[in-house]
């Protein structure tokens, strides 16, 4: 005759057989564990999903504040959307200097209300590889976004630019704001980076970011070399194009250095800045 216990054991089902193993049987730890992973990638991968369209509308309401205060307009309780309303966006062609809105490329029509910055550097239809890399951003997109901003009259107040670079241990993404001479800095502030605390974020600084007020990019009213430098001591060519490096953050300070005289060179927004300084803006 068999087994009484043996008999019932194998009358039940193998969810109940597997609940009724020790608790310190291997097999059953193992699957467990496998099994809260499982469960908890899940719940990780569609809480992504269903806050994804959150998260990108955060980053671009971020991306709004960050034009409007680099401009000037932000103050507390302003309305970030009605503020971004006046901010002229552009599609530019860097190599040209000139907007291209509404053109085909690769069969991708460049709006500038949808255009993605990052994604066009990255892909190898819409960009380069950059082979003098100072700003150390490997590769660098054909168009970018800009925005301007005008007075009431029509006549343009400043231009907005999106900037970034490695500094220590992270890429800084932010915009520079230059006046309607081309050639005069309004502003600069970064809005991405993960420099170090106390140091390199300090770029964050309201009164570091104070010093970049009315400094100029070229000399001879713009017309001259590029002179904007972050250093320990003034260049040259004088303190008007002078930003005073910070303090115990070298790298990052030469991170800054680097992708601003990248930006503003020819290589980055000169062509347009040119057409700025000329009044075809």
């Known amino acids: 005759m068999?087994?009484?216990?043996?008999?019932?054991?194998?009358?039940?089902?193998?969810?109940?057989?597997?609940?009724d193993t020790p608790p310190d049987n291997v097999a059953k730890t193992v699957t467990?564990?496998?099994?809260l992973c499982l469960v908890a990638s899940m719940v990780v991968s569609a809480a992504a999903v269903s806050?994804?369209?959150?998260?990108?509308?955060?980053?671009?309401?971020?991306?709004?504040?960050?034009?409007?205060?680099?401009?000037?307009?932000?103050?507390?309780?302003?309305?970030?959307?009605?503020?971004?309303?006046?901010?002229?966006?552009?599609?530019?062609?860097?190599?040209?200097?000139?907007?291209?809105?509404?053109?085909?490329?690769?069969?991708?029509?460049?709006?500038?209300m949808t255009f993605d910055d990052r994604a066009a550097a990255a892909d190898l239809t819409l960009s380069a590889p950059l082979t003098d890399d100072p700003a150390s951003i490997r590769r660098q997109a054909n168009y970018v976004t800009?925005?301007?901003?005008?007075?009431?009259?029509?006549?343009l107040d400043k231009v907005i630019l999106p900037v970034y670079g490695y500094g220590l241990w992270s890429t800084l993404y932010g915009f520079i704001a230059v006046e309607e001479d081309g050639n005069t800095i309004y502003g600069l502030q970064f809005y991405e980076h993960a420099e170090t605390p106390g140091l390199g974020a300090e770029v964050d600084n309201p009164r570091w970011k104070a010093l970049w007020r009315d400094k100029k990019l070229r000399t001879d009213e713009g017309e001259g070399d590029l002179a904007i430098t972050v250093a320990k001591v003034p260049p040259a060519a004088g303190r008007e194009y002078f930003v005073d490096a910070l303090s115990g953050a070298t790298l990052t300070s030469r991170g800054v250095d680097n992708l601003v005289r990248f930006w503003m060179s020819d290589r980055g927004f000169e062509p347009f800045l040119e057409r700025v300084r000329a009044g075809e803006i």
């Open 2 to 19: 068999s087994d009484p216990q043996e008999q019932t054991t194998a009358n039940k089902g193998p969810i109940r057989r597997f609940l």
């Open 32 to 35: 467990v564990a496998l099994g």
């Open 51 to 112: 806050l994804r369209p959150l998260q990108e509308q955060n980053a671009a309401l971020d991306k709004q504040v960050n034009i409007v205060q680099v401009a000037g307009l932000y103050e507390d309780g302003i309305d970030v959307a009605q503020a971004f309303t006046s901010f002229e966006p552009h599609v530019l062609e860097l190599a040209t200097g000139d907007f291209a809105d509404g053109t085909e490329v690769e069969g991708q029509v460049l709006d500038p």
């Open 146 to 155: 800009v925005y301007l901003l005008r007075n009431d009259d029509g006549s």
